[in-house]
C-alpha cells in the first residue's frame, strides 16, 4: 500500500462565519496528486490549513503524524509551498530570494546559499540567477518559486496553480519540471490546480473539492473504469436509424467527437453492437472500449456537490 504522507477527517475551517472547508476527509500519498476543484473551492485553504497557517475548527489533520497546528515548524520543515501569488523580495536576486527561503526552513546560511545554486539549475535559472526577481518574466518569476519551494529538500511539494499566467510553451516546460520533481529527485507533489489538462499530465492520484468538501479521490487509473460498459462506436453512415436501434435494444448513446459513446445493455457482449448495426443497415468504421476521463470525473463529482 502506497504510503500516507498528509491524513486528514471531518476537517472543518472558518474564516469568520463562513465554512470555507466543511468535514472534508481525504490522504495525499507518495507520489503525484492532484487537487481539482472550481475556484473558491478550498483548495488553498486545505494547503494553508496543512502549513499550520490556518487552525481547524473541527476534525483532524496530520501530516507526517504530526499536527500542523501543534507542531507548524517541524511539519513546514518537511513541506515546500509554491504560493499561486508573486512572493519574491524587493532589490533581491533570485539567488538572494531562494537562499532566504532555504535560511528560513532552518538551513545554515552556506547550505542555503549551495542549495539556492543547485536548484536555480534544476529549474532552468542557473544562466540568471544574478538577476533581480522583479526584473523576470512571468515564467521566471513561477521557476523562482518553485526554486524556493525545493531549496530545504521537501519531502512533499505543494504548488498552488503553478502553470498560471503561462503561455502554452511555459505551461508545457513548468509540468516537464514537475514531473522531474517526482522522478529524479523523488519527491512527492500535490499539485493544486483548476486545469484538468495539467493534472492529468503528472498526477496518478486525484481528489476533488468542491463547497469545502472532498468530493472524489483515488487514483486517476481507477476512477476512470466505468461501472458501465461504453464503447466509442464510428459508423460509414447516417447514425439515427442506429441509434435508435441501440435505444431500443436496451443500451444507450451519447453524442462523442466525430463518434458515438455507446452503453451495452448488462450481460451483453461487443457481438451486441454489431448485430444493432446489422438490424439499422449501419456499417461500423471503429469500436473501443470506453473510459471516463478525467472531465467526466470532474463534473460528475462537481455537480454532485451542487446538487447536494
Known amino acids: 500500500m502506497t504510503e500516507t504522507l498528509v491524513e486528514f477527517e471531518a476537517l472543518t ?18 507520489g503525484a496528486t492532484g487537487l481539482l476543484g472550481p475556484n473558491g473551492a478550498g483548495k488553498t485553504t486545505l494547503l494553508k490549513a496543512l502549513l499550520g ?20 515548524l517541524e511539519v513546514r520543515r518537511r513541506i515546500g509551498y509554491m504560493p499561486e501569488v508573486d512572493a519574491h523580495l524587493p532589490d533581491l536576486t533570485a539567488v538572494q530570494t531562494v537562499a532566504f527561503a532555504g535560511e528560513l526552513s532552518g538551513l545554515p546560511q552556506s547550505e542555503s546559499m549551495r542549495r539556492a545554486h543547485e536548484v536555480l539549475q534544476f529549474v532552468g535559472l ?32 505543494l504548488l498552488d496553480e503553478p502553470t498560471n499566467g503561462l503561455d502554452p510553451a511555459g505551461r508545457e516546460e513548468m509540468l516537464a519540471l514537475i514531473g522531474d520533481i517526482v522522478t529524479l529527485r523523488g519527491l ?17 492520484n486525484i481528489l476533488v473539492i468542491s463547497g469545502g468538501a472532498i468530493r472524489t479521490q483515488g487514483r486517476v487509473e481507477d476512477l476512470k473504469k466505468l461501472e458501465r460498459d461504453w464503447y466509442v462506436v464510428r459508423v460509414k453512415t447516417d447514425a439515427d436509424a442506429f441509434i435508435a436501434e441501440v435505444r431500443k435494444r436496451g443500451g444507450d448513446a451519447q453524442p462523442w467527437p466525430d463518434a458515438w459513446r455507446v452503453a451495452l445493455p448488462e450481460g451483453a457482449s461487443v457481438a451486441w453492437i454489431f448485430a444493432a448495426a446489422a438490424a439499422s443497415s449501419t456499417q461500423i468504421r471503429h469500436v473501443r472500449k470506453a473510459e471516463d476521463t478525467l472531465e467526466d470525473i470532474f463534473l460528475r463529482a462537481t455537480s454532485n456537490a451542487n446538487a447536494a
Do not use: N, W
Request: glycine fraction near 8%; include cysteine; hydrophobic fraction near 35%.
Open 53 to 72: 497557517f490556518l487552525s481547524p475548527s473541527g476534525g483532524r489533520l496530520e501530516a507526517f503524524g504530526l499536527s500542523p497546528s501543534a507542531k507548524p
Open 126 to 157: 542557473g544562466e540568471e540567477r544574478y538577476r533581480k526577481v522583479e526584473t523576470y518574466s512571468t515564467g521566471m518569476k513561477q521557476k523562482a518559486k518553485l526554486a524556493t519551494a525545493l531549496v530545504h529538500d521537501p519531502e512533499i511539494v
Open 13 to 30: 475551517v472558518r474564516y469568520g462565519s463562513r465554512v470555507a472547508l466543511d468535514k472534508a476527509s481525504g490522504r495525499f500519498t507518495r
Open 188 to 204: 512527492s507533489v500535490v499539485l493544486c490546480s483548476h486545469l484538468l489538462r495539467d493534472v492529468e499530465k503528472v498526477c496518478e
